[in-house]
């Protein structure tokens, strides 16, 4: 072999031994980063039953209490309703309303005026439990209505008297009938061992993050009207983020203790009204109506479904998903829908100021 073969040979091992050892490994082909999805879960936070307010590491204990109370000219100002934690405004006979208001959060020494019940009550106090405070029926066909609410009624009866009489007493500041009291406090310490009452509307902690507050219209003032123009008059006030209550005169609709009556959350609901033992009643178990929810001073249409008798009414939109209201106090009318039949109940309607604008919507 010639110097030059062997040359050339080294030459070309050393050029290959120097390929081979600048190779460089196959690039694998890219992989997509994909992000995982992270589902965004809410955690549920325990909190008051009848306020929506977080109770943290608190629990809570003993039942609720609700009061059948007057409101008329006659029984106002009411003793004990502006501690109310939720209250509910119906249409009665002869075009007047009644409150029934609901206590948990604090229970005053005194309420009143005490009235009697309605068809209707049975439906708005079975899905809360504990302890039900009326002051007799207009027949007795009615206290059959309410008895099978199977709660822990505390009727004041003339006629038959009642085991928790003592409770009841009359005040010195209104006449007969509309100075009728309980001693709420003392009452319900006596049905302590009763439960708490399950939580019955939807909440966002955050109030911004209210369904009103993300999606509703604005709602500075807004009157609902029941049959014979008997009115419910909210403003909202940016001082205390809550609607405020007047009557009808422009004057504040006060407690007895010169509290003005106020809610976080004001509820509409349009129930239709029918006869029930010559009574004009609401039927609200088994149906599922417009509503309305205003919170931080807006508003927003949406449905009510209390299609389930005994389970707390649920407020929810047009597919189905909840409604939340903001933690507070909450103040739920019921306004005669449109196709109300009762005699002497004609159909409510709403008006509503929207930054500056009046709106008006017919049940």
């Known amino acids: 072999m010639s110097i030059w073969s062997r040359a ?4 070309l091992s050393i050029s290959a031994l120097l390929l ?69 405004e119906e249409l009665v006979e002869g075009g007047v309303t009644r409150f029934l208001a609901v206590f948990e959060t604090v229970i005053p020494d005194e309420v009143g005026p005490v009235r009697s019940g309605r068809p209707q009550d049975a439906d708005l106090v079975k899905p809360f439990g504990g302890v039900f405070v009326f002051s007799g029926v207009g027949n007795s066909n009615v206290r059959e209505i309410i008895r099978g609410t199977g709660l822990q009624l505390v009727e004041h009866d003339t006629s038959g008297g009642t085991p928790d009489g003592e409770f009841f007493f009359r005040s010195n500041i209104k006449p007969a009938p509309w100075n009728l009291h309980i001693q709420a406090a003392d009452l319900i310490a006596s049905y302590s061992n009763l439960e708490a009452p399950v939580q019955q509307f939807q909440y966002k902690s955050d109030p911004a993050e209210a369904s009103a507050m993300l999606s509703g219209e604005a709602a500075e003032e807004i009157v609902v009207v029941f049959s014979k123009e008997i009115e419910s008059i909210w403003k909202w006030d940016v001082a205390t983020n809550t609607y405020l209550k007047f009557l009808s005169n422009g004057s504040p609709h006060n407690d007895a203790d010169g509290t003005q009556i106020s809610a976080s959350n004001i509820v509409i609901l349009t129930p239709n009204y029918t006869d029930i033992e010559g009574l004009p009643s609401a039927q609200i178990a088994g149906t599922t109506e417009t509503a309305y929810v205003a919170t931080g001073g807006k508003i927003l249409q949406g449905l009510f479904d209390a299609s389930a ?9 047009g597919e189905g998903n909840p ?7 909450t103040f739920v009318l019921l306004p005669p829908g449109a ?13 509503y100021l929207s930054n500056g604008e009046t709106q008006s919507r017919s049940f």
């Open 8 to 11: 050339s040979f080294a030459s």
């Open 309 to 317: 008798y005994g389970e707390p009414i649920a407020l929810i939109d």
């Open 323 to 329: 409604l939340y209201l903001t933690p507070g106090k």
């Open 20 to 88: 081979a050892g600048c190779a460089v490994a196959p690039t694998p082909e890219p992989v997509d980063q994909v992000e995982a999805e992270v589902e965004q879960v809410e955690i549920e936070v325990p909190r008051h039953p009848l306020t929506g307010v977080e109770l943290g590491t608190a629990s809570l204990s003993g039942p609720s209490l609700a009061v059948k109370i007057d409101n008329t000219s006659s029984g106002r100002p009411q003793v004990g309703i502006a501690a109310a934690d939720l209250v509910f």
């Open 339 to 351: 196709s109300s039949n009762a005699g002497g109940v004609t159909p409510g309607l709403m008006t």
